[in-house]
């Protein structure tokens, strides 16, 4: 039933910008948060941003200033706005929910973000 799926991600030169889109499932908008995470090649997923029903926001330092999350509940899409690119933020960009006690532990296939230098 919950399917999240991105997209929007690309090849863009450092300092460019891209627009990612987190298309999920109806029930997805009953967590209380939704997060845009990042997994870089050899290195561990990490949350980048996340949103919550209160729209309450929460950047990681890396990102802060850089990035916008934000969402539209009537179209069950979650975005992430990507400005000053830096080569450090190539990976493949995820969305997920925090369902309960935990975020989704189904992870969908992302969308490559490579920034070049």
């Known amino acids: 039933q919950v399917q999240l799926v991105e997209s929007g991600g690309g090849l863009v030169q450092a300092g460019g910008s891209l627009r990612l889109s987190c298309a999920a499932s109806g029930s997805i908008f009953n967590s209380n948060r939704i997060g845009w995470f990042r997994q870089a090649p050899g290195k561990q997923r990490e949350l980048v941003a996340a949103?919550?029903?209160?729209?309450?926001?929460n950047y990681a330092d890396s990102v802060k200033g850089r990035f916008t999350i934000s969402r539209d509940n009537a179209k069950n899409t979650v975005y992430l706005q990507m400005n000053s690119l830096k080569p450090e933020d190539t990976a493949v960009y995820y969305c997920?929910?925090?369902?309960?006690?935990?975020?989704?532990?189904?992870w969908g296939q992302g969308t490559q973000v490579t920034v070049s230098s």
């Open positions: 997920n929910a925090f369902i309960g006690r935990s975020w989704y532990n189904r």
């Open positions: 949103i919550t029903s209160a729209d309450e926001i």
